[in-house]
């Protein structure tokens, strides 16, 4: 069975495979990598134009490492989860200044990188190098739990050991690098998680999921994710054409971006109701103002949280200090790096802002 579905595998990625990606088939791991940590949590429709940006932008590891910090997080910028960036520019640092600029070729060095775990080294050294290390990711779970029947929790300690076992187990020798895109891509085009093609499928004979009509129910996860609510009301005070923001310091997902004067609220609010808030009033101390409108709700979906923004516009009468905020021209916003929610706002021209 496990013969079986290894060879197979290489058979479909010969004959049918068509899933073409600008990082499928080189040997750079400079270029893998940047690959792997932009698809972090990113669809491959969303990432592609960021890769080919950095890579345009920063054409080698040396180029990266040197590069200012706020430049790097301005080409970031929309792709989300910041910690990501932060991670990979250590990274690239790490391997100027520790490895000379030559990216480590062993799966234990790779992985000793800032923000590089088991799956992202197994994919570098077995792309890069063809070292003999399986790729584990949701498409790759999914694939195995449902052609072995296996009901074990993908993120248990235990589903993550037997799966990582067995997914080593049926890796060829001397095509590690084919055979692990072959099972990612197969997942991605063929066992998808919703409407698999099965009819199509040339594991079909032999899936125990497809056998017992239990497709739909694999893989299992055994933790719900909850989805909490958040709600952003963003102050944006201008005083004659400048407007207050900050850098973010908090180690959260926004960490090293700039945000205007934030007020977070456990419950939606009316702009009547936000400006009589103690919240506001605080924020706002001795600053006189006027109104000049709110935006509409913005919406955010993140993977543990929803986040709701709007914007209430202000125009101060005298310049006001404002704890921990710096006045910036309105026309330099755009050398800042923002979460997306504001630069949806601000990409917004319906709004007529600034």
């Not at 004959?15 to 990598?33: A, L, V």
């Not at 056998?211 to 996860?221: E, S, T």
């Not at 090293?256 to 609220?265: A, D």
């Not at 200090?321 to 800042?336: E, F, G, H, R």
Request: glycine letters at 6%.
């Amino acid at each position: 069975m496990k013969t079986f579905f290894t060879a197979q595998l290489l058979e479909w990625n010969h004959q049918h495979n068509s899933r073409t990606m600008p990082w499928k088939g080189i040997k750079d791991p400079y270029h893998i990598w940047l690959s792997e940590i932009i698809l972090q949590q990113t669809r491959v429709e969303q990432g592609l134009p960021y890769y080919e940006r950095f890579i345009t932008t920063y054409p080698t590891i040396q180029d990266l490492a040197a590069a200012p910090d706020e430049a790097v997080f301005r080409l970031w910028q929309g792709l989300g989860y910041y910690a990501r960036c932060k991670n990979m520019l250590a990274a690239a640092r790490q391997v100027v200044q520790t490895y000379e600029g030559r990216f480590p070729d062993t799966y234990e060095h790779i992985q000793s990188l800032k923000g590089i775990g088991p799956y992202t080294a197994a994919a570098i050294a077995s792309f890069a190098f063809n070292s003999h290390h399986a790729v584990l990711d949701g498409n790759v779970f999914r694939v195995l739990s449902r052609y072995f029947g296996i009901d074990t929790p993908v993120d248990s300690t235990a589903g993550k050991k037997e799966f990582a076992a067995l997914a080593q187990e049926l890796l060829p020798a001397g095509q590690s690098a084919v055979y692990n895109q072959s099972i990612m891509d197969f997942g991605a085009g063929m066992c998808k998680p919703q409407q698999p093609l099965c009819h199509q499928c040339p594991l079909a004979g032999k899936c125990v999921a497809h056998r017992q009509q239990i497709v739909a129910l694999l893989p299992v996860k055994s933790k719900k994710l909850v989805i909490r609510k958040r709600y952003f009301y963003y102050i944006v005070l201008d005083y004659k054409g400048q407007v207050f923001i900050r850098k973010r310091t908090g180690n959260d997902i926004w960490q090293n971006l700039h945000e205007f004067i934030l007020l977070e609220t456990p419950a939606p609010m009316t702009a009547q109701e936000l400006q009589a808030s103690p919240g506001f009033e605080a924020l706002l101390q001795k600053v006189s103002y006027t109104v000049q409108g709110i935006s509409p709700a913005f919406k955010q979906q993140l993977t543990h949280q929803t986040i709701h923004s709007q914007f209430l516009l202000l125009s101060a009468a005298k310049k006001p200090a404002i704890a921990d905020y710096m006045a910036v021209p309105t026309k330099q916003l755009d050398n800042y790096a923002f979460p997306k929610t504001i630069t949806d706002f601000l990409e917004n021209k319906s709004l007529g802002l600034f």
